[in-house]
Every structure is written in structure tokens, then in C-alpha cells.
């Protein structure tokens, strides 16, 4: 058998088909898939390569498969780093849908460039595919040419058992507070009697599966008791009141925010608790938040 191209580029119309279908398979099933390892690791270095180099004596085929692997390493982090200058983020959809965009359109790039070449000067590939004669071998020759082949497929199979059968991720759920403005700052640490402070209640679920979660806000008297052993003054609970609780059902990847008001009628030194509770399980707070409160 015998592969050539050089009139027409094959490389790169198969490059910009594989980029096209594996973009929208991985999109439409909303994961990864071991078809997509191309896409970050090759085939955008591959193009660019194509784009810079499109005569056939230039770079030989060694040098160009090594500077596409290169390329694409350093191309794909400089777009992720686009991403975090725009509204979308680096998120997945995103993320897959910059990469084949780059790809196609410098693809084509690449394609007008060769194409405007005369026919012997365009990078051209010529591979020869022959089935060996069994006979002309000697019993050492097969012997490790069927080591050699057995190798190669346990070596493809674990690979494959690998890449297939992931170990499950680490799953954990984000429980945060934020300020009434939506940041990390200006919380209502000082308040009047009855003067309502407000913060955003926060869960982000990365739990793998729908978790029901609960949450409890304790209002909570203290006070500031000094440590003669530690030497640090330490926070004794001298009251505690359950001011609300709510249930929140979120899928895995969903977050969940609302805002929280509450008033304090007495002054002196509080506690305002969040406690957070999975899956009907109140032996123990999942997550705990706290905000202390001077009112006067």
C-alpha cells in the first residue's frame, strides 16, 4: 500500500476534520473523551507549524511532528490565558470551542499558503506500506517479532484500561460567605441594635452526583475569656438560638447563592453561625462558616 500527498493537502484537510468532529463530540457528550488528546497535545502546533513552514525542504517530517508537540504545549496554555481576559472564563465549552476555532482557521491559513506554491515545492509525504514475508524469517526473528507484538498490544490494552476507566475524582462541596456586595470584604462586623447586616450564602456542589444539602444559622452569645496557659484570650458560647434553616438540592457543577439578612436586638460580642449538612446527616456539620458581630 502506498500513501502520498503533495497536489492535494491531506494532512491538513484530515487535521481540520478530526479537529471538527472531535469538538463536537466532546461538546455534545459535555466531557472528555482519549479521541481528544489530539486536540491539546498536536494538532494546533501541527497547523501552526504548516502555517510557518509550508514548503517541503524547510523542515523535514522528524523536525515538524516534534515542534507541532512543542507548539501545541505552548499555544494552548496562551489561550487559556485569553479565556481568563473574557467574560466566559476557562471553562470547558469555552475552552474546546477557542482550541478549534484557532485550529480551523489556522488550518485554512496553512492550507492558502501551500496551495499558492507551485506542486514541487508543497511539503509532500510519501509512505510505503508493505506486508512482510513471513518465510524469509529466521526462528530467532519471529520469536521476538511475536515478543515484540504481544508487548505492543498488553502495552496498547493497559493504556487503553487506563484512559477508559479513569479512577473516580476527588468530590468535595464549596460552602463560602461574601459581603453584601458579592466580595470577600466588608462584612457586617460592627453593627447598631436592630441595624440589619446582610452577606451571600454560597454552595458549590462538585460532589459527583444531586446531594441535598442543609443549612442552619445559629446565632450564638460569646465571650472573650483570656488563657493564662496559652496566653491567648479564647472565645467562650454563652448562649446559642437556631435563627433559620433551609434545604438546597443541587446536581453536581451547580452553584447556588442567596442573600442572608439578620438582627441582633442585644449588644456585645456575637457569633453568627452557618453550618452545613449533607444528605440528612446532622451528627456533624459538613462545612462550618462564622462571623463575629460587635453590637452596641
Not at 49 to 76: K, T, Y
Not at 149 to 178: K, N, R
Not at 246 to 272: E, H, M, S
Request: charged share 15%.
Amino acid at each position: 500500500m502506498r500513501l502520498h500527498f503533495r497536489e492535494r493537502p491531506w494532512d491538513l484537510i484530515v487535521a481540520v476534520g478530526y479537529v471538527t468532529f472531535v469538538a463536537a463530540t466532546v461538546l455534545a457528550v459535555g466531557g472528555g473523551n482519549p479521541l481528544a488528546i489530539l486536540l491539546v497535545l498536536f494538532v494546533p502546533g501541527y497547523v501552526l507549524v504548516a502555517v510557518l513552514f509550508p514548503e517541503n525542504r524547510e523542515v523535514d517530517w522528524i523536525e515538524r511532528i516534534a515542534l507541532s508537540f512543542g507548539v501545541s504545549i505552548a499555544v494552548v496554555p496562551l489561550l487559556g490565558l485569553f479565556l481568563i481576559l473574557t467574560p466566559w472564563g476557562i471553562r470547558f465549552i469555552p475552552l474546546v470551542g477557542t482550541i478549534a476555532v484557532f485550529t480551523v482557521g489556522l488550518g485554512y491559513a496553512a492550507y492558502w499558503r501551500r496551495m499558492r506554491l507551485p506542486p514541487d515545492k508543497r511539503l509532500s509525504l510519501t509512505v510505503e506500506i508493505a506486508v512482510p514475508n513471513w518465510t524469509e524469517y529466521g526462528g530467532l526473528d519471529k520469536g521476538l517479532t511475536i515478543a515484540l507484538s504481544a508487548s505492543i498490544i498488553v502495552a496498547g490494552g493497559t493504556l487503553a484500561y487506563v484512559v477508559l476507566t479513569p479512577p473516580p475524582g476527588e468530590t468535595f462541596t464549596q460552602f463560602y460567605i461574601l459581603g453584601p456586595g458579592g466580595n470577600a470584604s466588608v462584612y457586617p462586623t460592627a453593627l447598631n441594635i436592630s441595624q440589619p447586616g446582610s452577606v451571600i450564602l454560597g454552595i458549590a456542589s462538585h460532589e459527583a452526583t444531586t446531594v441535598t444539602y442543609n443549612v442552619r444559622v445559629d446565632l450564638i452569645g460569646v465571650r472573650l475569656v483570656y488563657n493564662t496557659t496559652s496566653g491567648f484570650n479564647e472565645t467562650v458560647e454563652l448562649n446559642r438560638t437556631t435563627w433559620s434553616t433551609f434545604n438546597v438540592t443541587l446536581a453536581d457543577g451547580q452553584n447556588w447563592t442567596q442573600p442572608y439578612t439578620f438582627r441582633i436586638t442585644d449588644p456585645g460580642l456575637w457569633k453568627v453561625q452557618f453550618l452545613l449538612f449533607k444528605d440528612g446527616d446532622f451528627s456533624s456539620a459538613y462545612h462550618e462558616l462564622h462571623l463575629f458581630v460587635r453590637v452596641q
